[in-house]
Every structure is written in C-alpha cells, then in structure tokens.
C-alpha cells in the first residue's frame, strides 16, 4: 500500500467547497457571491491603471527576476509601513516596526503564527465568532488551541461590543487576539471608533498580543480610517502584529502579495523579531516573489500612481457602497417581512444576509446564484447587470 494511503481526509472549507462547485455548475448565468473578488460594473476583475503602469515600467526596463532579500526590498517595506502607520509617524521614528514581504495576506498570518508560537508556545489564540474560516485553522495548524470571542449578534445585525470586551478582559495574559482591522470577513460589521479604543485598552491592560488582521484596506472608509486599530495599537506603545493583504486593495489576487509587519513596545528588540521572521521565512519558501511586489512598491513610492491607484480604490469602495444601497432599495421594495437595511451599515466586499441555510441551499438549487450557507454573500460581485437577478431570486427563497 501507498505511504499516503494513511492520509488524513479532511474536507475543504466551505468556501473552497463551493469554490468547486461552482465552477463544476453548467447553468451559464450562474452568479457566484461566495469568494471574496471584487468585480467592476462589468462583472470583470479589474486590472488597476495604475498597476498596468508600474508593469509596463518593470517590463520596459527590462529589469532581471533576481532572488529578493527575505524579507522583501526597502522601498516595498517602507511603503507598507507609510500606508499602515502613516509618514514619519513616532512608531516609524522610533524604528519599533519591522515589515516582511508575505505571500498574500495569508502567508503573513502564518509567518507571524509560527513567530508567535516560539515565542508563547502555550498562548491561547483568541478569534472573532464568526471569522474568516481559514482563522482558526491556520493558527490550529501552527500549534495553537483557538478560542473564540463573541462578535456577531444575528438578531441585532451587529456587533456585540460589550461581550467582546468582557471576552478579553477574561483571557490569560500573553494571550493572542485575532482582530479584523476594518471589513469585517464574514459579517462586514465593524467595530467603530469609541470600540476600538476600548478594545485596545482592554489588550493593553489584559498583556494580551494583537494580531490585526488587514485583508481589505481602502475598501471600508478610506486607507486612512482602515489604519485606525494598527494606529491605536502603534500609539498605546505594545508589541503587535499586522498581516496586510494587497489581493484586494491592488486587485493582484494570484500574485499573493502581503506583508508581516512586527512592531515592538522596545525598539532594542526589533532586530530581534526580525531575525526570527527572516528564520522561519527562510525554511519555508527562501525568498518571496518579485512580480506583485515590484508593482505594490512602485505604486507605493511613486506619486503619481499611488494617486491614480487611491482613486481607484476609492471607486470601487464606492461602487460597493451604491451596490449595498440598491440591493436593500430593491429588497425592501419585494416586501418580503424583513427588513434589509443591515446591509448598507455594513462595510467591505461582504454581506451577512440574514439568509438561512436552507435559503441560500435554495438560492443555489433554483437559480444558480452561489452563497455561502451562513447566508454571507460577496457584495463586491454585485452589479447593475445581476442586482435583479439576484434579487427576484433572494425574494424567491425568502418567501
Ligand atoms: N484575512 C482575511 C480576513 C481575509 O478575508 C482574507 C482573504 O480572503 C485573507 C486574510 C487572506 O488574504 P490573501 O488572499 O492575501 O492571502
């Protein structure tokens, strides 16, 4: 017998399972609301001018695919660093941070995961319920029992603030907490401003170790307001980690570009997290890749691209937020015995619903239309083409 016969089998994710399914269906209008792509009004993936610029440029120079340090270039370091703290910031001053090129956002959750896990190999890691699936098992998979901390009421459509912050107040010290910075994965609720600064006093004062999570940047309020809670965190002088995602914010999704950033309460220290990064980096893949980063870097450190970039980004945060406010205008206008209005306070490329299991089993059954089974739908897929579909079909199932 094969040695991979004892192959644990496990299922996909629910996402990656319809994900598949998906793809297998044959009805040619299917509509797919489960993975987390932003389309334009075309219903296509855009490819950012700003971006095909800074490819064109690469290409013209002729510039050779050399390895890349470790860690990543100093101008494409530098550049996360200005976008998640802002220029000249006292954290940046203070040289407390330290920024690794990732492997999307994913591969930043994971470096700093097994960061984490030599440093505090019996920390409890602590996420939101619910949270982007791949949460728990990413930091299981690191060696970590994964908890969870209340987020979510369904009956309210928000946010439980107060059972959050009793949660961490209740952790172990030198606990992990897992926060989303802005575009809450899956329910698109956020915490707001006062929230936020009550959850960083309640790290700070609870030893806890926050790792923010920041997979949509420039897709809630603007680049600036998304920074808030890496902000907060930079200013209350703590050690924390940032795992930023560019898949959405550049539309480079395939490219798998992030960045890991580590920041210390101790800027003695810094070099030291580095050097660990840099290790564990190393014995997993060497180096990471050039293309994405050569394009986020010259973006980033460009002037006149990163204004046409931000531009765009602004557009297709805007183009969400008019999709969210036709979706509930179509919605409300079927009087279907709820209310939709949920959704327009809600913030990013993703909706929880309020659709059931059995409701968006039928959304898939009768109309080809793909949602998540916890009702979530991706907003950002929605357009002036397929809103009516997708409402006459999400009126079908509710009533
Ligand atoms: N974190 C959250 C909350 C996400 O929603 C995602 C993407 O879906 C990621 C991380 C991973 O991003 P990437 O595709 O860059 O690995």
Same mark, same amino acid.
């Given at each position: 017998?094969?040695?991979?016969?004892?192959?644990?089998?496990?299922?996909?994710?629910? $996402?990656?399972?319809?994900?598949?399914?998906?793809?297998?269906?044959?009805?040619?209008?299917?509509?797919?609301?489960?993975?987390?792509?932003?389309?334009?009004?075309?219903?296509?993936?855009?490819? #950012?001018?700003?971006?095909?610029?800074?490819?064109?440029?690469?290409?013209?120079?002729?510039?050779?695919?050399?390895?890349?340090?470790?860690?990543?270039?100093? /101008?494409?370091?530098?550049?996360?660093?200005? #976008?998640?703290?802002?220029?000249?910031?006292?954290? #940046?001053?203070?040289?407390?941070?330290?920024?690794?090129?990732?492997?999307?956002?994913?591969?930043?959750?994971?470096?700093?995961?097994?960061?984490?896990?030599?440093?505090?190999?019996?920390? $409890?890691?602590?996420?939101?319920?619910?949270?982007?699936?791949?949460?728990?098992?990413?930091?299981?998979?690191?060696?970590?029992?994964?908890?969870?901390?209340?987020?979510?009421?369904?009956?309210?459509?928000? %946010?439980?603030?107060? *059972?959050?912050?009793?949660?961490?107040? /209740?952790? &172990?010290?030198?606990?992990?907490? %897992? #926060?989303?910075?802005?575009?809450?994965? &899956?329910?698109?609720?956020?915490?707001?401003?006062?929230?936020?600064?009550?959850?960083?006093?309640?790290?700070?004062?609870?030893?806890?170790?926050?790792?923010?999570?920041?997979?949509?940047?420039?897709?809630?309020?603007?680049?600036?307001?998304?920074?808030?809670?890496?902000?907060?965190?930079?200013?209350?002088?703590?050690?924390?980690?940032?795992?930023?995602?560019?898949?959405?914010?550049?539309?480079?999704?395939?490219?798998?570009?992030?960045?890991?950033?580590?920041?210390?309460?101790?800027?003695?220290?810094?070099?030291?997290?580095?050097?660990? *990064?840099?290790?564990?980096?190393?014995?997993?893949?060497?180096?990471?890749?050039?293309?994405?980063?050569?394009?986020?870097?010259?973006?980033?450190?460009?002037?006149?691209?990163?204004?046409?970039?931000?531009?765009?980004?602004?557009?297709?945060?805007?183009?969400?937020?008019?999709?969210?406010?036709?979706?509930?205008?179509?919605?409300?206008?079927?009087?279907?015995?709820?209310? =939709?209005?949920? $959704?327009?306070?809600?913030?990013?490329? =993703?909706?929880?619903? /309020?659709?059931?299991?059995?409701?968006?089993?039928?959304?898939?059954?009768?109309?080809?239309?793909?949602?998540?089974?916890?009702?979530?739908?991706?907003?950002?897929?929605?357009?002036?083409?397929?809103?009516?579909?997708? %409402?006459?079909?999400?009126?079908?199932?509710?009533?």
């Amino acid at each position: 017998t094969s040695l991979f016969q004892s192959a644990p089998s496990a299922p996909l994710d629910p $996402i990656m399972r319809l994900f598949e399914a998906f793809h297998q269906e044959t009805r040619p209008d299917k509509i797919n609301l489960v993975v987390g792509v932003y389309t334009d009004a075309q219903g296509r993936v855009p490819v #950012l001018r700003a971006v095909q610029e800074a490819e064109r440029a690469w290409i013209d120079q002729a510039r050779p695919k050399q390895y890349r340090p470790i860690e990543g270039t100093a /101008g494409f370091r530098s550049g996360v660093q200005r #976008l998640l703290f802002g220029e000249n910031t006292a954290v #940046l001053q203070a040289k407390r941070a330290a920024t690794l090129q990732s492997v999307g956002g994913t591969g930043a959750l994971k470096i700093g995961a097994d960061v984490l896990k030599q440093l505090l190999p019996d920390a $409890i890691v602590a996420v939101s319920d619910p949270s982007w699936e791949n949460h728990r098992a990413l930091f299981e998979a690191a060696g970590f029992t994964v908890r969870s901390y209340p987020y979510y009421d369904a009956t309210r459509q928000d %946010v439980r603030a107060d *059972a959050m912050l009793d949660a961490l107040r /209740g952790l &172990p010290r030198g606990s992990i907490v %897992v #926060l989303h910075a802005c575009c809450h994965n &899956p329910t698109g609720n956020d915490l707001d401003p006062a929230q936020w600064r009550a959850v960083v006093d309640a790290c700070v004062q609870g030893g806890l170790v926050p790792f923010v999570d920041m997979a949509y940047q420039g897709f809630g309020d603007g680049l600036e307001e998304d920074a808030l809670a890496a902000r907060l965190f930079a200013e209350a002088g703590v050690d924390f980690l940032v795992a930023s995602s560019f898949s959405k914010s550049f539309s480079l999704y395939g490219e798998r570009i992030g960045a890991l950033t580590l920041v210390s309460s101790d800027p003695g220290t810094i070099g030291r997290a580095e050097a660990l *990064a840099k290790r564990l980096v190393r014995t997993n893949y060497s180096n990471p890749p050039t293309h994405g980063a050569a394009i986020v870097e010259a973006v980033l450190q460009t002037p006149a691209l990163y204004d046409a970039w931000t531009e765009e980004l602004a557009g297709m945060r805007h183009r969400i937020h008019d999709m969210r406010t036709r979706l509930v205008q179509a919605l409300d206008a079927q009087d279907l015995g709820r209310g =939709f209005s949920a $959704i327009t306070r809600q913030k990013g490329m =993703f909706s929880y619903s /309020g659709l059931t299991p059995t409701q968006a089993e039928a959304l898939r059954a009768r109309h080809g239309i793909y949602a998540l089974d916890t009702g979530r739908i991706c907003v950002a897929a929605l357009n002036p083409g397929n809103l009516p579909r997708v %409402v006459d079909a999400i009126a079908d199932v509710v009533r």
